[in-house]
Each structure stands twice: as C-alpha cells, then as structure tokens.
C-alpha cells in the first residue's frame, strides 16, 4: 500500500508542474496575442500610409515625388521590421 501511496504522490506531484506549466503558456500565449495583434495594427497603419504615399508618386511632379519616395522607402523599412517581429512573436 506504501508503495501506491508514493506513486499517487509522485503523480500528483508530476500534474501540478504539468498544470503550472500550462498556465504558464496559457499567459504566454494570450501575452503573444497582444503582442502580435499590436505590430499587426501598427504595421497595418504603416501599409496604408504606404500606398497612399505610392498613389501621391503618381500624381505629383518630379521633385514632389523624390520626397514621397524617401518616405515611402522608410515606410517598408518600418513594414518589414515589423513583419519580422510580428513572425518572431508568433
């Protein structure tokens, strides 16, 4: 009997680090969530700022357009810093 006793325990003992660890990720994850949906929305922003810039290329003069081109340029710098965070999150 002594001996099941020490197995329950051990067992038991075994599901509370398995449940502490799942809430653990649980947390994790909701807290990646929010991260990730934070650089989504922020470089979301970005992307509509850049076709907006890319449509103004068009429509501008020569001069005009090197301007919104060097913003444009920031712009995907900005994008693609924030794809690769956003993939680093998740």
């Known amino acids: 009997m002594?001996?099941?006793s020490n197995w329950k325990q051990l067992l038991e003992d075994e599901i509370d680090v398995l449940r502490q660890g799942r809430d653990e990720l649980r947390v994790q994850m909701h807290l990646g969530a929010?991260?990730?949906r934070e650089?989504?929305?922020k470089v979301e922003k970005n992307w509509g700022?850049?076709?907006a810039r890319l449509k103004v290329i068009g429509e501008?003069?020569?001069e005009s357009a090197e301007?919104?081109?060097e913003?444009?340029?920031s712009l995907i710098d900005e994008i693609k810093a924030g794809y690769k965070h956003l993939k680093n999150v998740l």
Do not use: M, N, R, T
Request: aromatic fraction near 4%; glycine fraction near 4%.
């Open 34 to 36: 929010a991260d990730a």
């Open 60 to 62: 501008v003069g020569k």
């Open 39 to 41: 650089v989504w929305e």
């Open 71 to 73: 913003a444009a340029k």
């Open 49 to 51: 700022h850049l076709e």
């Open 2 to 4: 002594e001996s099941k």
């Open 67 to 69: 301007d919104v081109e």
